[in-house]
């Protein structure tokens, strides 16, 4: 292994060129700001992934000038700019393909109550960056002169691979408590450790984060599950207490660990399942793209409703009935708690009640009939319910996972041989709304919507049947009638 020092100085030379290569338009920015009396400086985020190589899109700077003068400036510099947040202090701007954004110095802190932090300007950079999250993000480059500015040796934390505040962690997560969060979600983005008093910060102030926003928790939150190692945050968040009051779902998984060994641990479970459903998202040309937050967000939430439906049953079995119906339901509440978007709750939520429709597939005994509604109701999310399904296997048992796989192999080949012959993913009813009001001699009305329907129920059960034999059978279905 690389010593400190020589990890420090391979570090520093990825910067020196990952700095180096900056647009000239940058250097430009710090002339023009440097021309008119004010500081500029590149910080956080942008300054911490040059030390990893990593690509930075967007560029955060801090300046010395008040919101207007910067407004001012990138005026002249920028072909558009915009106001991001007086309240916060900063202004974006673009040029070309280069988008900034530049914030006054300042400090963050929440009154008691508030939901909102107060924001004060502050006066030099180096009280702008001990008023930062974690030293990884305390350091900057000074433009225009490229000089670089790390004075609480974030440069020597990630080089040990560690997460620590600039001052103590109590004091910067009482000041923001969203930090708690940041601080699960830097360990799954960068899989970096957390300094032991910051994990104990974590412990003390997890019912802080109750002041914050549910928007901005979820924001943190999305950002934790399409991180690289996802698991290691959600880990992190109920080691800490933290998942008590933002998923508290997951934390009482927990519960169900069994001293007798009746079933397996939901817990360690759920995260197996996340890590293999992680790996079987595809290329951004596949029909999951990775990072996909849907997929993610049901592995985490497919077995939710377990603590719930948990029973004993004689004989000493364990049943967990309609655990997933259970789940959809919590899991549809939970997400609407964190402010997520309707589409993402409907998404997740049915994918969580749809998770174990698979495991009635038995060796193949479905009708084909039973293959289409398999389809009909997964809808646009049947790629990703294959992909929750395979990962929701974490049996240790070889010969059983093997059969799983061999049985869901074979479910889809099946589903692949069914679109093909009757293009299931556009499956209607022979008959149109049109026809059935013609042959039933109807006018628009709840009954035109119940021969549609038996139509479509009838096209499930036997595939194609053509116009004629249709409408026989909607005359035969009408007569029939009481």
């Known amino acids: 292994m690389p010593s400190p020092t020589d990890r420090r100085l391979a570090l520093q030379k990825r910067a020196l060129s990952s700095i180096a290569a900056l647009p000239a338009a940058v250097r430009e920015l710090g002339e023009a700001f440097r021309d008119a009396g004010h500081e500029l400086a590149l910080v956080g985020g942008p300054v911490r992934d040059a030390f990893l190589e990593a690509v930075s899109h967007d560029l955060d700077f801090a300046t010395s000038a008040h919101p207007e003068q910067t407004a001012t400036l990138l005026d002249a510099w920028a072909d558009s700019s915009w106001d991001v947040g007086k309240e916060f202090g ?18 963050e802190a929440y009154e008691i109550g508030s939901r909102k932090p107060a924001v004060e300007y502050g006066d030099t950079l180096e009280g702008d960056l001990s008023r930062r999250d974690f030293t990884v993000n305390a350091m900057a480059v000074r433009l225009p002169e490229m000089t670089f500015v790390d004075p609480h040796d974030g440069l020597g934390a990630l080089a040990d691979r560690v997460l620590r505040t600039p001052g103590t962690a109590v004091r910067s997560f009482d000041d923001d408590p969203l930090r708690i969060m940041r601080a699960a979600r830097f360990a799954a983005q960068l899989g970096f450790s957390v300094d032991p008093d910051a994990v104990r910060a974590m412990r003390e102030m997890a019912p802080r984060l109750e002041i914050v926003s549910a928007e901005r928790v979820r924001a943190e939150l999305e950002r934790l599950l399409i991180s690289p190692q996802p698991r290691r945050g959600l880990e992190l968040m109920v080691e800490t207490g933290v998942a008590d009051v933002v998923l508290p779902e997951l934390s009482r998984l927990r519960e169900t660990v069994d001293e007798h060994r009746r079933h397996k ?10 890590d293999q459903a992680v790996a079987l998202e595809t290329g951004p040309d596949g029909p999951v793209p990775a990072p996909d937050l849907v997929l993610r967000l049901a592995a985490v939430m497919h077995d939710v409703g377990k603590p719930a439906t948990r029973r004993f049953e004689p004989g000493g079995g364990v049943s967990f009935h309609h655990h997933e119906v259970v789940g959809a339901k919590l899991t549809s509440k939970r997400l609407k708690a964190l402010r997520f978007d309707k589409q993402t709750i409907k998404d997740v939520s049915r994918l969580v009640e749809l998770h174990l429709r698979f495991h009635g597939y038995g060796g193949g005994s479905w009708t084909d009939s039973a293959v289409r509604r398999y389809v009909t109701d997964a ?15 974490t049996t240790r048992n070889r010969r059983k996972a093997a059969r799983l796989s061999a049985a869901y192999d074979d479910l889809e080949e099946r589903i692949a041989r069914l679109r093909e012959e009757e293009e299931l993913a556009k499956i209607r009813p022979d008959l149109d709304g049109r ?3 013609e042959i039933l001699d109807l006018a628009p009305g709840p009954a035109v919507g119940e021969a549609y329907q038996y139509l ?10 053509g116009e004629d034999a249709a409408r026989e059978a909607l005359l035969a279905w009408w007569n029939a009638r009481p």
Do not use: F, K, N
């Open 90 to 107: 900063t202004v974006g701007a673009r040029r070309g393909d280069l988008v900034v954004e530049v914030t006054t110095y300042r400090t």
């Open 265 to 274: 641990d939901v817990y360690e479970h759920t995260l197996t399942v996340l």
């Open 379 to 393: 809808g646009p999310l049947l790629e990703r319910l294959h992909r929750l399904t395979r990962a929701d296997c």
């Open 435 to 437: 026809q059935i009001m």
């Open 456 to 465: 479509l129920d009838l096209r499930m059960e036997q595939g194609p049947l």
